[in-house]
């Protein structure tokens, strides 16, 4: 994400003195409250689906998902990285490709 991005984010907050709501719990709520909206979204129709407002609610899921990051210290490229190398080991691409 562009550092520009990040700081818009963190500014909101911020301005809004909305980190003493933002628990790891209740972001971690956020998250799957915003991610079950986005699902909603090809709830009854996976092909017609209204592109604005995925990408409207995909940005709350990336939003809320950069303030747990701001919360828990976390760094988005080392736990994607880490993650990324256990999957390769649970998925061998060799197991994959039949």
């Known amino acids: 994400m562009k550092e520009k991005t990040l700081t818009r984010i963190r500014k909101f907050t911020e301005d809004r003195h909305w980190e003493k709501f933002h628990s790891p719990a209740n972001l971690a709520k956020s998250i799957s409250i915003e991610a079950s909206e986005l699902l ?58 039949q």
């Open 40 to 97: 909603e979204c090809f709830q009854w129709d996976e092909e017609n689906f209204d592109l604005q407002h995925v990408k409207e609610e995909l940005a709350d899921v990336i939003i809320y998902s950069q303030d747990l990051l701001d919360k828990l210290n976390l760094d988005v490229d080392e736990i994607v990285d880490m993650k990324m190398a256990m999957n390769e080991k649970k998925y061998p691409i060799d197991k994959c490709n």
